[in-house]
């Protein structure tokens, strides 16, 4: 009788360890795949803006707004008093 319930205690000792690896491996994969997809992000992070500014354009009637970026681009573009944009942003810094 000692020999079958080893075997048994045994067995299921074995099932214990089995299903704590198996838990184990599943909640290893598991921050696996979320490192990797907090890395992929961190990739994706754009210039932020830094600054907005405006001051009186040469032109009458019109104002210059100015962005600086935190990778240090600034861009311009020129807006009349009324308020409607003639053209889009230029580039003015790299």
């Known amino acids: 009788m000692?020999?079958?319930?080893?075997?048994?205690?045994?067995?299921?000792k074995s099932v214990r360890r089995l299903r704590y690896g198996m838990a184990a491996i599943a909640i290893g994969a598991?921050?696996?795949?979320?490192?990797?997809?907090?890395e992929s992000d961190e990739r994706s992070?754009?210039?932020h803006?830094?600054?907005?500014?405006a001051t009186p354009s040469?032109?009458?009637s019109h104002?210059?707004?100015?962005r600086m970026w935190s990778d240090?681009?600034?861009d311009t573009v020129t807006i009349p008093?009324?308020?409607?944009?003639?053209?889009?942003w230029r580039i003015i810094q790299r």
């Open 2 to 12: 000692e020999t079958n319930t080893n075997t048994i205690a045994q067995l299921q």
């Open 81 to 88: 008093d009324n308020g409607k944009r003639n053209t889009g």
């Open 30 to 38: 598991g921050v696996l795949v979320m490192g990797a997809m907090q």
């Open 72 to 74: 240090g681009s600034i």
């Open 63 to 66: 104002n210059v707004l100015y």
């Open 58 to 60: 040469k032109i009458g």
């Open 45 to 47: 992070v754009r210039p």
């Open 49 to 53: 803006l830094v600054s907005l500014t």
